[in-house]
């Protein structure tokens, strides 16, 4: 209970800590009574949830209602796995427990295909339209047609249970992760193991995804996520966990969250927006994984209880960049206008000793990494109506001189004013605008 309490306080602060694009709010808490409870899945429609229970059931949820739209008895037993296919137009369920593996019509709301196992499944995935591969707990890899079962096939054996596995189409590979190796096995050969990287931990590989083409996400068992390097065959970044957080149905139509600590700030971080090589350091404490929905409107989380969470992100245009929200901000200048669009234009009216500052407007980068000179560089920003408008100015150095310092001359009819920001590496100047006409 104690590390359910944590992720609780954890969202308080930052409800109230950080700015409004950060604050989430619980409309629904997804618990079966004692039991472990439901694994929850975005679908093709933003509004429409598909969950699966430790009782079998798959329920359908209408979220911005917050309505159980339909429920279905699937399995005799807890539903570990909810996937969905390329296309969006159907989703596979299976259950430890009664060991079977289904293929639904997630508009039709009924099962299509429905496999017995001879062993525990651990993963099934599509491989295509019209088929899936099934890992069962012997380490043995099925591949299995929907319409032609007579072409059913042993695709590979493992020496070890794969908990979890990615198809990479556009290769025709397949990666496999359990309690030895991350494997990537060719599927031009299936005899060929591309490359293994070894398990540097105790514990064992739960979950994978890939963050990028190049880099793969792992879930250990103990709670680390590690991201690596393919081409490197090397670990690029890993970030430690007490805790267990994996049990997410990670897809299409969602993207990962995680929350952390950094010097006792509370962090809520969009993987889609991310530097590893900059970003992330050893001093950042993971605390869960959220899957968030594409239009970022609802969060939902993990526990090691089982017991997940629907949340609602209140406020704002999104989550703010990871660097932003490692910073304190502070407001040098607040500053009211009678237009939607201003001039602007930044440089170095002192000595120039190569300062580098990056910009953000309301939390979205609109200037990366510019070096301040003499020479003034222009752009225009279009400030929103009826909230505060924070235009921050991020030190990407310290120069030869510290503070980062850079003048801003900010143009509208009528309005020409120019301002003197001071940055550091703890700390982001800012100037608040709010329009008033």
Not at 37 to 49: K, V, Y
Not at 142 to 154: G, I, K, V
Not at 176 to 193: P, Q, V
Not at 382 to 396: C, D, G, P, S, T
Request: charged letters at 25%.
């Amino acid at each position: 209970m104690k590390a359910l309490k944590n992720i609780l306080i954890l969202i308080l602060l930052l409800s109230s800590e950080n700015s409004k694009s950060q604050g989430v709010e619980l409309i629904k808490s997804f618990i079966g009574n004692s039991q472990k409870s439901e694994i929850i899945s975005f679908t093709p429609q933003d509004e429409i949830l598909i969950s699966g229970d430790f009782s079998g059931y798959i329920n359908y949820w209408d979220v911005p209602n917050q309505a159980l739209i339909n429920s279905i008895k699937a399995h005799n037993g807890k539903i570990n796995r909810i996937e969905f296919s390329e296309n969006g137009e159907y989703f596979i369920t299976f259950s430890k427990q009664d060991m079977h593996v289904k293929v639904w019509s997630f508009s039709g709301q009924d099962t299509l295909i429905d496999y017995t196992l001879k062993s525990k499944p651990h993963f099934a995935i599509f491989y295509d339209e019209n088929s899936v591969l099934i890992g069962e707990e012997s380490g043995a890899i099925y591949h299995r047609n929907f319409f032609t079962p007579e072409q059913d096939s042993l695709l590979y054996k493992n020496s070890a249970t794969a908990y979890d596995a990615l198809y990479n189409k556009r290769d025709n590979i397949l990666v496999l992760t359990d309690e030895k190796s991350i494997k990537i096995i060719d599927l031009n050969n299936h005899d060929n193991i591309d490359f293994e990287i070894q398990n540097p931990y105790s514990s064992y590989f739960v979950k994978s995804r890939y963050y990028s083409p190049e880099v793969l996400m792992t879930w250990s068992k103990n709670g680390i996520v590690s991201f690596w390097d393919l081409k490197r065959k090397k670990i690029i970044r890993e970030l430690r966990s007490k805790n267990d957080f994996h049990e997410l149905s990670i897809n299409q139509y969602s993207k990962v969250l995680l929350t952390g600590y950094y010097k006792d700030k509370a962090l809520l971080f969009d993987l889609t927006n991310l530097d590893l090589e900059r970003e992330l350091d050893e001093n950042i404490q993971l605390v869960n994984t959220y899957l968030t929905n594409e239009s970022n409107q609802f969060m939902v989380s993990s526990s090691e209880e089982g017991r997940h969470r629907l949340m609602q992100v209140k406020g704002g245009d999104g989550i703010k960049p990871l660097s932003l929200q490692k910073r304190e901000i502070e407001i040098q200048k607040i500053i009211t206008v009678d237009t939607e669009t201003l001039k602007i234009a930044v440089w170095d009216n002192e000595r120039v000793d190569g300062d580098k500052i990056s910009l953000s407007l309301n939390g979205k980068w609109i200037l990366r990494n510019h070096e301040i000179v003499k020479e003034k560089y222009e752009f225009e920003i279009n400030l929103i109506q009826n909230q505060i408008n924070q235009l921050v100015f991020f030190a990407e150095n310290l120069g030869s001189i510290p503070p980062n310092t850079s003048a801003v001359n900010i143009q509208y009819e009528g309005y020409n004013k120019t301002h003197i920001m001071r940055s550091n590496l703890d700390k982001s100047g800012c100037i608040n605008f709010f329009i008033e006409k």
